[in-house]
């Protein structure tokens, strides 16, 4: 069984850096290597959102975090992380890890970011 496991994240102040990980326990290397996963953001009151995805080597992120946060994998740990820099109050949120051919979700990770 498949399952995303989250790690990383805290409260920081605005301007500080965090690194999420997220851990696909249980998925075949194979199949890891050509998924699509992301990471997603829900801020209370607000709908879920796409921040950044990774397909093998390319890369999309929303607009508000282009040259902020960083999405990167490490087949061989089945794993990959958002490095978040110059962290902004409005990136408070649990973020999600997903996996596009499970359609799974992670039980998130919260970011709180503080002036």
């Known amino acids: 069984q498949v399952r995303l496991v989250e790690s990383g994240g805290g409260s920081v102040q605005a301007g500080g850096s965090l690194r999420l990980s997220c851990t696909a326990s249980g998925m075949i290397l194979s199949v890891f290597t050509s998924d699509t996963l992301g990471w997603y953001r829900q801020a209370p009151g607000n709908e879920r959102e796409l921040v950044a995805t990774i397909t093998g080597a390319s890369t999309n992120y929303q607009d508000s975090v282009k040259g902020r946060f960083t999405i990167s994998k490490e087949n061989t740990r089945r794993r990959i992380y958002l490095q978040m820099d110059s962290l902004k109050e409005e990136d408070t949120a649990v973020y999600y890890c997903?996996?596009?051919?499970?359609?799974?979700w992670g039980q998130g990770t919260q970011v709180t970011v503080s002036s």
């Open positions: 997903y996996s596009a051919s499970r359609r799974l």
